[in-house]
């Protein structure tokens, strides 16, 4: 039984960071474009925010019917989970870079820096430590989420909570669902531990 | 020699005319101060001349040449910006903030290292004490330092300074005040200063541009601005002739 909660807890975490990695991949840069487009912002925040709302378990539902990304398995998992990971990290990513000081902006323009390097050198160092509080809650909340993602095939420690549930047996829930919690617990440790020490920096400290 | 000229500068922000019809030139060594109320159109004037303001009509030459001939980048660094509350990089050092520029030009290590030490001396602040600290470790007077000296660190012709020291207590803003006006009698710079403080004005100017409503009102050398009769320029004196 332990050796199978290992690898569950192994796959969970591949899960998450596959999922963390591309909604990264695609919120980051996002919210760089978006940060500089007022109008676009509102809608396309408007839409994440919309796609929050849907309940997980539909979401799979949804995804199960649609060509390349659907079906059962880990793909449509891994799709469904970065679509709710995105609005953390756009989110706090569009707090950070529009955060930044007017005057601190307006004197690096005024020195003469090309928008590249203000984005590179001053935008994201300053909005640095959003960016982790961003990742942070996408990571956390994925961690919980994907254990739904069991019940179209995607694996993890939800395939013991489903079991479990199957089977009224509270140990095997258990088994699913502690190992899950302790992963919740360590990452939002360290990564509020990072976030901390970034913030520290941004302040000059 | 001129280092800026203006003609015919008209700016519409919004719909509003915010400049209208400005001529002004600024020769080597000069010290222009921009005086007006708030919304006269001054700051705006500043920023058309680097550029942060981009939609305006009319020329304006820097160096002899249109600003639309320069590239936008090189130009900026060729004009030392100071605004009221420094607008100093939070996440870098006194040091590095200071050596931005030089650093923008791809100054060797060692050079900009020692012109940062320079400058820090300059303008009163000992390289060793400040150099490694952070803005927020600073006054607001030592951040007006440093941005004083982060816009003199690439040796710029031309200084915009926007309401530098509005923001100080009265005693620091005299303070740099003067230091200003002596660190001006040693170099040659121009510079354009936007305040709305006439006492200032008369201190730091060696001309006085007045603007109102986004036209210039009164141009004139400092020492013989106090003997206008404009009515505008009156209601600045007044309340100079009104103080204790």
Known sequence: MSREIAAA?????????????IAAAI???????????????????????????????????????????????????????????????????????????????ESAEAMGMTPRQILWQVELPLATPAIVTGLRIATVS????????????????????????????????????????????VADEVLGAIEKRMRGVGDGG | ??????????????????????????????TVVLLGRSG?????????????????????????????????FAMRRKMGYVIQDGGLFPHWTVAANVGLVPRLEGRPDGEIAARVE???????????????????????????????????????????????FAALDPITRFDLQQQFVEMRRSWHKSALFVTHDVREALL?????????DGKIEVEAPAAEFRATKNAEAREFLRALSDEL
């Open chain 1, 9 to 21: 807890s192994l796959e969970h975490v591949e899960l998450v960071l596959v999922t963390l990695v």
């Open chain 1, 27 to 105: 919120g980051l840069p996002a919210a760089v474009w978006l940060a500089r487009r007022a109008a676009w912002r509102r809608w396309v925040v408007g839409f994440v925010n919309v796609a929050q709302t849907v309940p997980s378990l539909a979401m799979f539902g949804f995804l199960l019917p649609l060509p390349l990304i659907g079906g059962i398995g880990k793909r449509t998992a891994v799709a469904a989970l970065a679509l709710y990971a995105l609005l953390p990290i756009v989110r706090n990513t569009l707090v950070g870079l529009l955060g930044v000081d007017a005057g601190v902006r």
């Open chain 1, 142 to 185: 994925t961690i919980g989420t994907a254990t739904i993602a069991a019940a179209i095939g995607g694996g993890g420690l939800g395939v013991f909570i489903f079991r479990g549930i199957a089977m009224y047996d509270k140990w095997t829930i258990l088994a699913g669902a502690v190992p899950a919690a302790a992963l919740a617990i």
């Open chain 2, 1 to 30: 020699m001129t280092i800026l000229q203006i003609r015919g500068l008209n700016c519409r922000i919004g719909g509003r005319e915010v400049l209208r019809h400005v001529d002004l030139t600024v020769e080597e060594g000069e």
């Open chain 2, 40 to 72: 006269s159109g001054k700051t705006t004037l500043l920023k058309c001349v680097n550029g942060i303001v981009a939609d305006w009509a009319g020329e304006i030459r820097f160096q002899g040449k249109s600003v639309a001939e320069w590239d936008r």
């Open chain 2, 118 to 164: 320079a400058l820090l001396r300059n303008v009163g602040l000992d390289p060793a004490e400040f150099g490694g600290r952070y803005p927020r470790q600073l006054s607001g007077g030592q951040k007006q330092r440093v941005g004083i000296a982060r816009a003199l660190a690439a040796d710029p012709p031309l200084l915009l300074l926007d309401e530098p």
């Open chain 2, 204 to 212: 730091v100017g060696s001309r006085i541009v007045l603007l109102r």
